[in-house]
């Protein structure tokens, strides 16, 4: 199993998170500070996650109604195509793709 997440799988995990500060972010997502950064401005200037300087030193960050309705997509898509046991996007997408030419092969190895 191939242990990288594609990128819409964090921004996935950020989303989940609710409300959260950078470093619990950082922590419950297994990022760097430096990755962590990329995705958190991403999502920021997008509009799918709040900051406010309210609860933290550093702030908290929050998803906005945006971000909710794009969670909803991904987990309504992963639904689509069967994810959700624990695999990720990629992995599931991969086996699924070998699974035809497996069953090629085995017909191509049957008539010879």
Do not use: C, H
Not at 6 to 15: F, H, T
Not at 19 to 25: F, L, N, P, V, Y
Not at 54 to 64: D, M, Q, R, T
Request: hydrophobic letters at 35%; proline letters at 2%; glycine letters at 10%.
């Amino acid at each position: 199993m191939n242990s990288r997440r594609s990128n819409i799988e964090v921004v996935a995990d950020i989303l989940r998170m609710g409300e959260a500060s950078r470093t619990q972010i950082m922590y419950r997502a297994g990022m760097s500070y430096t990755q962590l950064n990329k995705y958190l401005d991403y999502l920021v200037e997008r509009g799918f996650l709040l900051w406010t300087a309210e609860k933290y030193p550093s702030g908290v960050y929050s998803v906005s109604q945006d971000g909710k309705l794009l969670l909803e997509s991904i987990e309504k898509i992963e639904e689509m195509l069967g994810f959700g046991g624990g695999e990720g996007l990629l992995d599931n997408i991969s086996q699924s793709i070998k699974a035809p030419q497996r069953r090629a092969e085995r017909v191509l190895a049957g008539s010879r």
